[in-house]
């Protein structure tokens, strides 16, 4: 949530940091702005909207070597230009950029800041307030810095420019990303590597509570206690590619395409020489020794940690227990005496998982972090990692990191039952081959997929999702995209609970998405679709081949009955997508949301 970036060295930096911006909007798109120095001082541009809002409003002829930049996702205050970033103190010497929350802001303003006006209504400017009071009694910029830091509770990224002295960013985090880039005369910062990567693909990590002096010759990591820590830099193994649209028109289109492919990959990474599967014994050992397992996720993770426990469930024989990141610390189950706690997390950054894994750490527990992102703060907070391979998902909407967290979760399932003894009555290797084949069919049939979402969303208020079994967890995971991206009240059911309360919304023409994969449910899941056509809903029953029947709108190629999912799923994404489009929504950057929910 939010994204910063920042430039020192030897170009102007206004359109470095303006490209860098472009590449952060996915972190938030409510409002942004840049503040570029030079010797005259430091010249602040702003706006409500997109970058393309903010490229608009910055003068050409302002040139500095030095800059800050910000996208923004509101926590508080409204979106607006005044409570934008970057934000200024009073005498305008100080100007910084912010992502995360200050959780005791108030308190500092009224402990700190009495007789100080702020302009915006954000915690961000008692940041840069409390910063120009401790300078203006007595203190460098670095340590009036180090002091407010001190101060802090919450989260922050900062980027922090002094008028006096154009030849500084001083940096710091606590708890949100912020990576430093180095170059040949010049340094960067940024949120995300990606942002960076038109300059370089050189990163340091930073680690919480640490601050750093970034000139364009040096970068200098430091405690807040002071003490200098030297770090390695690592390098972004991240293709320019990866991040561009191509020819496409949207990136979440281009992210379902790839889900075939990255199928693929995943099968790849996972494979011994011999081409059996494989994943580091510790995870193993520790799966091995968990005499229970925990899944904490949020949102679309957590729809596939759903299908995850079956998959562990069945084929290792481990009972799992799912749970909602940002409720399991008010709602802790009892927990069992060997618990291995599994963090599904595309990102690797949100906070309300991180909640968790810092609260069990102090416990005492083994974690595993399933993510896309190598080295973000879940991957490395955790004992261990198992990495998606999906190539960065841009899109809000998430598509290809759930479809590549159910087959890792497949392929951890089976190389655990595979090390117990258990026998597995299928080939996964060979079963994620024909799943990436079915993907394949599926992405060539988005004529079908469109004419479904014109006939069934192009004017309805509400859509329900049907299923049972594994089609139910498919079903929540198609409403939650529905709804994200098309606006429209979308909600899954398990078939059978529609008729507890929720059947009383059906109306003539209400479209019901039902999907039938399962075998052992299928009779069942049809007469639940009766039950609603009866009260004049409007049914679009998408089946597995096999099971199908004269009706159905859709017909998915037969995969393995327990990878179900990976395929089912394909038809929501598309028939959200072309659903958005119908409406006119903007599909990567559905209002409200942001992509990394880096906030509690
Ligand atoms: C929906 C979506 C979100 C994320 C959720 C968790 O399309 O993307 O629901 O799944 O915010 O994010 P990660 O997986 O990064 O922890």
Known sequence: MCGIVGYIGRNDAKEILLKGLEKLEYRGYDSAGIAVQNNEGIHVFKEKGRIADLR????????GNTGIG????ATHGVPSKVNAHPHQSTTERLTLVHNGVIENYSILKREYLEGVQLKSETDTEVIVQLLEKFVNEGNSVEDAFRQTLTLLKGSYAIALLDKENDETIFVAKNKSPLLVGLGEEFNVVASDAMAMLQVTDQFVELMDKEMVIVTKEKVTIKTLEGTVVERDPYTAELDASDIEKGTYPHYMLKEIDEQPAVMRKIVQSYRNDDGSLSVDEDIIGAMNEADRIYIIAAGTSYHAGLVGKQFIEKMAKIPVEVHVASEFSYNMPILSEKPLFIFISQSGETADSRAVLVQIKEFGYKALTVTNVPGSTLSREADYTLLLHAGPEIAVASTKAYTAQLA???ILASVTAASKGIEI??????ELGIVANAMDVLCDAKEEFEEIARNFLSTTRNCFFIGRALDYYVGLEGSLKLK???YIQAEGFAGGELKHGTIALIEEGTPIIAISTQEHVNLSIR??????????????IISMKGLNEEEDSFVLPEVHELLTPLVSVVPLQLISYYAALHRDCDVDKPRNL???VTVE
């Open 56 to 63: 608009s409003v910055v003068d050409d002829n302002v040139l």
């Open 70 to 73: 910000h996208t923004r996702w």
């Open 408 to 410: 890792v979760l497949a």
């Open 425 to 430: 009555d299928f080939d996964l290797t060979q």
């Open 484 to 486: 994200e991206i098309s």
């Open 527 to 540: 007469g639940n679709v009766k039950e609603v056509v009866a009260r004049g809903a409007n049914p679009c």
């Open 594 to 596: 942001a992509k990394s």
